[in-house]
């Protein structure tokens, strides 16, 4: 919960979410409801959603997670996922949502125009300056014009030292 | 309109213990919407300098503080059972009063 925060006028900010599933099924829908003094609209609501282990999933990849797993703090590190497009339709790839640059300074997806049944990598390297401890992180992609195919990865890992 | 961004950042974690059902929580959860007011933000006077006469200044009023988000639904799409998915919202104040957020709560 927070309590008043000011924005004023012409100014932003934002909010960030993040939606653990760990013990969920099938379509997870959570909604968020931010309360202000906005007299038009004093309760905004704003909605995630996800389908886990959704059986129609035709964008696959492996390993499940980009998992970093303990690092040193500063250490050098990629993780490479294998994604591969199992649609009977070829896919261009495009990033919804990439992940936050503060834990992974760059990715690289190898291919970005899959045909059926082809595979590709994407890459994503440490940041550098990550705080101690646990972090994690997610890119959102699907296949141009097609947003049922769309996956999200998490990406994660524990920096020491 | 030149909207600058200010450091703040809000977090909400949906830690999701066993306590917590999940799927089809779109009816349950979903309070009624609250009634909408009318007022919309208010219109400067859009006159030239030339017709402002001394004593019959016009006050223009303040409009309301506006909340705006970029968007308001994202949509993970299919992930791994065990994922930690992060979106950032994104929302400005284009009003002409301070924005006073008094709370975030989630389901």
Known sequence: ?????????????????T????????????YAYMDSNDPAKPQYEI??????????????????????????????AERTIKLTNNNPFDVKLVVIDS????????????????????STEIVFTLADNIHSGI???????????????????TIKGVTIG | MNIGKSLLVIGIIWLLAGSIS????????KPSPPARASSGPAKPDGGAAADIKMGAAKV????????????DEFNFGSATMGSQLTHTFN??????????????RHT
């Open chain 2, 60 to 71: 223009v009023p303040l409009s309301d503080p506006t909340l705006v988000f970029d968007e």
């Open chain 1, 99 to 118: 992940p936050d640059q503060k834990y992974v300074s760059k990715y690289k997806i190898k291919d970005t125009e899959l045909k059926s049944g082809e």
């Open chain 1, 19 to 30: 939606l653990s599933t760990a013990k969920c099924k099938e379509t997870l829908v959570k």
């Open chain 1, 135 to 153: 972090f994690y992180t997610s890119i959102t992609l699907e296949g141009e014009g097609k947003p049922e195919t769309r996956i999200s990865i």
């Open chain 2, 91 to 104: 929302f400005y104040n284009t009003g002409s009063q301070d924005l006073v957020i008094i709370r975030v």
């Open chain 1, 47 to 76: 909605r995630v959603k996800a389908v886990l282990d959704n059986p129609k999933q035709m964008l696959n990849y492996a390993p499940l997670f980009a998992d970093f797993g303990q690092i040193a703090k500063g250490a050098k």
């Open chain 2, 22 to 29: 999940c799927g089809k929580q779109e009816a349950s959860d």
């Open chain 1, 1 to 17: 919960m927070t309590r008043g925060i000011v924005i004023p006028p012409g100014a932003g900010s934002s909010l960030d979410i």
